[in-house]
């Protein structure tokens, strides 16, 4: 059977627990040499939805034998480029019929190459995340580490606080956003499900003065954390380029990033109206960088790089790109707990394989 | 409603003549730079299936905005590589469930994003190599063409046939073939399916001598057709790289390939006991051309290339490489079709969709 799953399921299904063992076996593979990840496309055309908007289709994809199963995530985007404040974003449109979005993962064997699973890529891509940067507190933070300074209050920053509490003994948590409101909702909504006491705080060096661990979950595109604000022992940790100003990542003792995979690659047609929003200011700030000077987050799984020798180093993990691999990693847990529990649409496998050679 | 197709709702679903049209289409599309195609990846690493095999994730996708749709075409292989002969193969084992190979095809729309169909690739994947060398006899042989010559008997030549005789008025068509038992059997089947004798012949001159169209529709890696076996106002046409030999494809007066897209990008697992079969003798004798030197398909349908000056010249298309863009062209038709037709499995839009932000 091949098994049809929800993002409803995919939440009940993967623990942040799960997926960070998930994604650490991964990446040992990775880093070993057995493991591939497939650089992530972006092909964009106009689109008759409307004038202003392009049509995107993305795709990633990777394989992890450990695991014994690849995937790859696909997104049929329609996309707008609206002007906010000076810069331009990068607005999916949810379009498809019911308002909704158009994400996937196909989930494969490498034993026998079936098809295991299909499941929308919503849910995963936030949880993929944390994880990642759970993984970057889990080798460089102290041991010790017990507080947390959080800059957003999105479900970025949701995973990233889980993700760290599920990797250290987290006590007390301080999270700063630039809305009042947003701010003391996330903290209350996060105390209750993290049970430990989140304070919302009104200015960032309120939530990161005397912080062990600093998370920025921000959608900003310019620089949020600053090199005065760096204390020693710190973990610095980002899941975007520019979040981290370019003199308060150098300031760092141990820096690690993601992977190595180059940015995407990008076709666009001719007559697409497609402002590419990599191009503005914060991102030109972050490219002050060589990404692939640093050692990855494999390198550090494998034991070719330590994260950390001492208390009071400063340490920072950017989590640069993400992966269709990592897809495939969090994929083989989500699929084995459905199997388990019993849980999707089960479809006929031969509707999804072939007699005919192909 | 996404429907869920199967090989044989393909077959009734989609003609010759239909996916020559579309492909038609969608290549002024590709030459006018509104549609774009993305190159194949191939991923390869180790599999537990056996272990003188590996697994290959490989996709490749396309949009084309004229008309409405992207597609991204997925397999998921187990591979061997045997010696045949002094020659390595690569042979793809059916190992899914019930003995079956796994490639799909996603149909998405460019209008909304959503997803439209998911079915298999194999009978599009034969049907779409036919109408593209289809496509080269339009443009290329003479309009009186009236006799061809094949060298070959498999699904190939079959569908090579077919889109011929969908563009041009034949009268006559001789196969060779290296087994006797192989063309005979394919000459009393073709000439029921095309209502147009088919003659085995023993030699492939006699296949060929006084032809207006000689097609190769092999699997062989070596050269098949002979520039001394050329005619005044031949069209030549092949569907690999190494049938044809080169000093046969420089003796044609019009040259033209399908595409001007590199090869696949391989990402090959350090433990993957993988042997490239390109890297064989015929391969290495089809790489003294440059066949980015040559027009394509696309500039001939978008006029910038005349296929053909008069009557006595020697024409010559080599169908280089596939495209997941090809896949999305023909889909278009496959999907219009069965909608009208009320053909496939009709699975809920919303299982496919999300209202979680990607």
Redesign the interface.
């Known amino acids: 059977m091949t098994l ?1 799953l ?2 409803d399921d995919v939440e009940k299904l993967l623990t942040m627990p799960d997926c960070i063992e998930a994604l650490e076996t991964a990446y040992l593979d990775l880093a ?7 650089q992530r ?1 972006d ?7 409307h004038e202003d908007a392009v ?1 995107g ?1 993305k ?1 990633m ?3 992890v ?1 450990a695991l ?1 199963v ?1 995937a ?1 995530r ?5 996309i707008t480029n609206p002007l906010v404040g000076n810069s331009r974003r990068r607005v ?1 449109v ?11 993962v ?1 989930l ?8 295991l699973a ?1 499941f ?4 995963l ?2 949880i993929r995340v944390g994880a990642t940067n759970g993984l970057g507190v889990k080798y460089m933070a102290r041991e010790n580490a017990c507080s947390i300074g959080i800059l957003g209050s999105g479900w970025q920053a949701e995973t990233q606080l889980t993700a760290a509490c599920s990797v250290r003994d987290i006590t007390s948590i301080r999270c700063f956003s630039p809305k009042q409101e947003n701010r003391e909702a996330f903290a209350t909504r996060m105390s209750e499900m993290l049970g430990i006491e989140v304070r919302p705080v009104a200015q960032p060096e309120d939530a990161i003065a005397g912080a062990d661990i600093v998370m920025c979950a921000s959608n900003s595109i310019d620089p949020i954390f600053f090199q005065q604000w760096i204390e020693p022992g710190m973990h610095l940790s980002s899941i975007k380029k520019p979040e981290i100003e370019p003199s308060a990542i150098r300031a760092a003792d141990k820096i690690a990033v993601h992977t190595h995979d180059t940015d995407p ?1 990008l ?5 697409a109206k497609f402002k590419e929003t990599s191009k503005q200011a914060g991102w030109n700030t972050a490219r002050q960088l060589d990404f692939k000077s640093y050692p990855t987050l494999p390198d550090m799984i494998a034991g070719r790089f330590i994260g950390r020798d001492s208390d009071d180093q400063v340490t920072c993990f950017l989590n640069n790109l993400g992966l269709g691999y990592q897809f495939a990693a969090a994929g083989s847990v989500i699929y084995k707990r459905a199997c388990e529990q019993g849980v999707g ?1 089960q ?1 006929p ?10």
């Open positions: 049809i929800s993002n070993e040499g057995r493991g591939v990840s497939r496309s092909c964009i055309t106009p689109t008759t939805w049509y289709l795709s994809d990777g394989v034998p014994g690849s790859i696909i997104n049929s985007d329609i999916k949810p379009a498809a019929p019911n308002e909704r979005y158009v994400g996937l196909l494969f064997s490498t034993h026998n190459g079936e098809p299909i929308p890529d919503g849910v891509q936030h690659v076709i666009v047609a001719k007559d649409h479809l496998t031969d509707w999804f394989t072939e007699t005919v050679h192909p």
